[in-house]
Structures are given as C-alpha cells and as structure tokens.
C-alpha cells in the first residue's frame, strides 16, 4: 500500500516552474521523503531527498513543512525533456539493516509542451 | 562509475519456459533490490541483498521466482514456469548503504514478454 499520494498527471509548458505536491500523511520519524524520475523504458533516476524545511540541488528543489505531512518537488524552467513520470516516496528506515523498502506509486505524469 | 547494468533488455518466452534475468550492480555497492514494474503503475519491490544475504522478499514473489547474489556481485532472478501475468519490466537497483541517506541507482530493466 502506497503511503504517499500525488496528483495522477500535470501539464506545463516550455520555460515555467512546475511544482508537484505529494502528500504523506503518516509519516513516520525516520522518514526521508525522495524524489525520482522516470522516462520510458528506463528504471527511475534519483532527483532529490530531505527531512524537513528546503533542499535545493543542480536540478530541482524540494520543500517540507514542519509538520512533514506533505512536500512539493519544484522544478524551474521546466524545458521539453522534462516530460517524465516523477515518483514522491518515503523512506522507511527497518531494523539494523537500515533496509529501505521504497513504495513506489503511480508517480505524476508531467507533459511538458512548447 | 558504468551504471547498473541489466541483460537482456528484452526477453520473449512462451508460457510455461524458464527465463533468467542479469543485474550488475555498481562495484561498490552492497545493496541490491529487484522491482517490477507494469505499464502505468510504479516499480513494485521484489526483494533485496545485502551483500549476498537475501534480506527480504515481497509477498509478490512467488515460489516461481528466485533471485541470488553469489558473493555479493552481480545478482540473476529467475522465473520458472512463466505466466503470462510475468509480463513486465523487471528493474534492479543497487545503493551503498550510508546511514539514513540511502539512493537507490537504477538500471534499464529487462522488459519480459510471455506468449
């Protein structure tokens, strides 16, 4: 079961800022929030991960309330490249392994148009 | 760093034959995870090595499936008896384990098709 929910699909266009929220309403303590990205016929791509406030790297930013219920991926000026299938996930830290068990959902599907 | 790498890209088989999938892991990654995926939904965890210890198994992954890891390398999942319900992209992953900021490293998958 999925513990993060974000919208289904969004269009935008060549140029503006995009910003995608994902909500996690059960997250726990050890949560991490990630990000990733996928395009067709190819396994999903690390974009960026946080624990709380904003986390800013070469391609996206990533903004966390304080009470970490949800989180929105920013992406600025997306370009047509940008079309990809973005996954919000959360992080459940598991035992001493430190065991991930990542629970992908059916992501948002961004259409960039020109 | 070459990327996690899967053989074959693709494999069709017909129902009812053995099929065996390939992952190489980044080298120095200890961490390896099978996920699945079909068209229109997320990757769907099948289960994940550290080392060459199979720590865990989803639900999902039948008696039908096994996955291995000799010497905590490359890493081979097999599908014995296929089903047409096999059909999917079957995606490895692997991360080297850094306290809590675990990424995981995707490769293309092999994209499996039963007849």
């Known amino acids: 079961l999925a513990k993060t929910t974000q919208p289904i699909s969004m269009d935008s266009y060549e140029g503006q800022e995009v910003n995608i929220t994902c909500s996690h309403n059960n997250i726990a303590t050890n949560d991490y929030i990630t990000w990733y990205q996928q395009f067709p016929s190819q396994g999903p791509r690390f974009i960026i991960q946080?624990?709380?406030t904003k986390v800013t790297n070469e391609v996206a930013s990533l903004f966390i309330p304080a009470d970490r219920k949800s989180s929105t991926l920013s992406l600025p000026r997306v370009s047509l490249s940008d079309t990809a299938v973005y996954y919000c996930?959360?992080?459940?830290?598991?035992?001493?392994?430190?065991?991930?068990?990542?629970?992908f959902g059916t992501g948002t599907r961004l259409l960039v148009s020109p | 760093d070459t990327g996690v790498s899967q053989n074959p890209r693709h494999k069709i088989t017909k129902r009812g034959q053995n099929v065996t999938f390939r992952c190489d892991p980044i080298?120095?990654?200890?961490?390896l995870y099978w996920y699945r995926q079909t068209l229109g939904q997320g990757p769907e965890f099948l289960t994940y090595f550290q080392n060459e210890a199979q720590l865990e198994k989803s639900r999902l992954l039948s008696d039908r499936f096994s996955a291995e890891r000799p010497k905590g390398s490359f890493s081979t999942l097999e599908i014995q008896r296929t089903e047409q319900g096999d059909s999917a992209m079957y995606l490895c992953?692997?991360?080297?384990?850094?306290?809590?900021?675990?990424?995981?490293?995707f490769g293309s998958g092999t994209q499996l098709s039963v007849l």
């Open positions: 992953a692997s991360s080297l384990s850094v306290a809590t900021n675990e990424k995981l490293f």
């Open positions: 946080g624990y709380k």
């Open positions: 996930l959360v992080g459940d830290i598991r035992g001493n392994t430190g065991f991930q068990k990542l629970v």
């Open positions: 080298s120095e990654h200890n961490r």
